[in-house]
């Protein structure tokens, strides 16, 4: 058993469907209407969030928006303005910042908080989480949902339990109750098509999970097994850190009009890796395994990926690695509406970079 001087507090801070939420406040007309903010119904958009009373029709993020047009034909679609979410973003990071060094930005609407020993020296994480939604309603007339408890998994868990705008806390004692009777589609880690091959497994709650041996999670899952194995367990020992490993930098776009001509997907995957090398020497990291990403009008999708000897982030390697892809890929003329690219196994350790830095003054 735990002391309790052992025991962290940690917070995970949620925004309730932000961008939506964002538009709302600043246009009352929108109140209380299903309101979807991303690509127009007749484009090829996808939904960037929406209100409660969007989701009630199903309507969810990433979704096409023709067809969240489809299940809710009297929708309000509104272009998102992120540079208004960004700015928010930063003034709601600011109040997290009073409470704790530890902040963990997840996304730019959630955060991890560890107020095991905070700045404001408050022994009770309930509090300072209830201060924090009142701080964030009263300086930006939004609301946040917050999990309370030990470890960062089980404060996921928590934030979700009550939205919108709500707290609830998992404590120790109340663990293993919350996430035996867990539908596993809320185990965070769980997407739609694991939660299908465990239903088929007969794995419905957090207790049938429990129920399987560590081997049989690990022959039927692979590794992703270990972690559902310890995490309906409430073992969770990962850290809230401040500066978050990035493990990949990539760049893609779907198309208005589906293309078929191999030489303009060229010039367009150009144009992304060179972005991709701008963000690379942004962020001072090298990468050695290149992918390209290819979606089809049916909306199948294909990645292939090449490993490199020497960690890159030179836009002409990185381009010629992927034509080369694309040529192998596209064994006969097709269209496609999207392309992408992304590299990953990045380094840091500038002895390993393949060419001298250039400075651009500005």
């Known amino acids: 058993m735990k002391s309790e001087k052992s025991i962290r507090k940690i917070i995970h801070i949620d ?22 903010v991303g690509g127009d119904p007749n484009s090829r958009g996808v939904v960037a969030t929406c209100s409660y009373e969007a989701r009630k029709y199903g309507i969810h993020s990433a979704m096409a928006s023709a067809v969240a047009y489809r299940l809710c034909p009297h929708a309000i679609f509104v272009h998102g303005r992120y540079e208004v979410y960004s700015k928010i973003s930063k003034q709601i990071r600011g109040i997290f910042d009073e409470y704790s060094h530890l902040v963990e930005p997840v996304s730019i609407d959630e955060a991890y908080l560890d107020v095991t020993y905070n700045k404001k020296g408050m022994k009770s994480a309930t509090l300072i ?14 609301t946040a949902s917050a999990g309370v408890s030990y470890n960062m998994f089980l404060a996921k868990v928590a934030s979700d339990m009550d939205k919108p705008d709500g707290l609830v806390v998992i404590p120790p004692d109340k663990a293993k109750e919350v996430l035996e009777g867990l539908p596993i589609g809320k185990f965070y880690g769980i997407g739609k098509v694991t939660e299908k091959k465990m239903q088929m497994l007969d794995i419905h709650t957090g207790k049938d999970l429990k129920a399987q041996s560590l081997e049989e999670l690990i022959r039927h899952f692979g590794k992703a097994g270990k972690y ?5 367990r409430g073992i969770d020992k ?22 078929d001509d191999i030489n303009e997907m060229k010039e367009y995957l150009a144009r992304c890796a060179e972005k991709i090398e701008e963000r690379m020497c ?6 050695r395994t290149i992918t390209l990403k290819i979606k089809y009008p049916d909306f199948y999708q294909a990645t292939r990926s090449r490993t490199i000897k020497k960690s890159t982030r030179d836009k002409d390697i990185i381009l010629n690695v992927v034509c080369d892809l694309l040529d192998e890929t596209l064994v006969k003329k097709c269209s496609i509406r999207l392309l992408g690219i992304s590299i990953s196994k990045l380094e840091t350790d500038e002895i390993n970079l393949p060419y001298q830095l250039t400075l651009k003054l500005e």
């Open 238 to 259: 990962r850290e809230v850190t401040p500066e978050r490993v990035i493990k990949s930098i990539g760049n893609e776009n779907t198309f208005a009009i589906d293309i």
């Open 129 to 142: 989480a209830k201060d924090i939604r009142n701080r964030i309603f009263k300086e930006t007339g939004l």
């Open 15 to 36: 925004m309730d469907a932000f961008f939506a939420a964002v538009e709302v406040r600043d246009n009352s007309q929108y109140k209380g209407k299903p309101l979807i």
């Open 282 to 287: 942004k962020h001072n990291v090298a990468g």
């Open 228 to 232: 559902y194995y310890y995490i309906v």
